[in-house]
């Protein structure tokens, strides 16, 4: 299957910093990305859809000032976690699909710590 | 988007067929049936999808009811490296069409 990739692995930062978390599609160009986050033994959650060129959609509940996605290029989006708190540790996953493509393929993920 | 419903857990022994049930009993016309797994701290997995034809691959089998109502994923020999968290989705597949992930069926694979 295609290949996506997420840097850093895993992150840790102190409370009031920023942090970016890129997702990279390797071998295809993803015109859809998604970003998830997931907490300790509970299911992924959708946070926002993001087509390429154009704003990110969020989905309810989620704090678009907070969370800031980018997805400038086809190879490329990125999500900012802004002020990030000890709350907003957890596992973010991005996933990308391509035009016409029937299948998302997704990273493998990176681990948040905010101390 | 429907919603699924999968057992939380199941266990398999070593070399025998796993089978996953899921119920999408609302789905949709244009709606395709896809299966995930996540082994822990790992992104998910893609492993099939279908329509309303069962599909076949190297991973899996899907089985998908007629009436689109339920469908079940088969692998043929399981493993212990396929114990994960497996999770039963249906999206449209356009652009646009969301992934959104219930809370899935924990399959333990026993030696």
């Known amino acids: 299957g295609a290949v996506v990739s997420q840097h850093p692995s895993w992150v840790i930062c102190k409370s009031g910093t920023s942090v970016k978390i890129e997702c990279r599609s390797l071998?295809?160009?993803?015109?859809?990305m998604f970003w998830y986050r997931q907490f300790p033994k509970q299911s992924l959650m959708l946070m926002a859809t993001?087509?390429?060129?154009?704003?990110?959609?969020?989905e309810q509940g989620v704090e678009k000032d907070k969370f800031l996605i980018n997805h400038a290029s086809l190879t490329l989006s990125t999500l900012t976690v802004t002020s990030a708190h000890p709350e907003d540790s957890s596992f973010y996953i991005c996933?990308?699909?391509?035009?016409?493509?029937?299948?998302?393929?997704f990273g493998q993920g990176t681990r948040l710590t905010v101390v | 988007d429907a919603k699924t419903t999968q057992p939380p857990s199941m266990d398999c022994a070593e070399g025998r067929a796993a089978n996953l049930p899921c119920n999408h009993s609302?789905?949709?016309?244009?709606?395709?049936v896809y299966w995930y797994r996540q082994i822990h701290s790992q992104g998910p997995q893609y492993i099939i999808h279908?329509?309303?034809n069962n599909e076949t691959n190297e991973m899996a089998s899907l089985i998908i009811t007629e009436d689109r109502k339920s469908s079940t994923l088969i692998l043929p020999h399981a493993t212990l490296r396929d114990t994960a968290v497996y999770y039963c989705?249906?999206?449209?597949?356009?652009?646009?069409?969301?992934?959104?992930f219930g809370q899935g069926t924990e399959l333990s694979v026993k030696p």
């Open positions: 279908g329509l309303k």
């Open positions: 993001s087509n390429e060129g154009s704003k990110a959609t969020y």
């Open positions: 071998d295809f160009q993803a015109t859809t």
């Open positions: 996933s990308a699909q391509g035009w016409g493509g029937t299948e998302a393929f």
């Open positions: 989705i249906v999206r449209v597949v356009n652009q646009g069409g969301k992934l959104i």
């Open positions: 609302t789905i949709s016309g244009n709606e395709y």
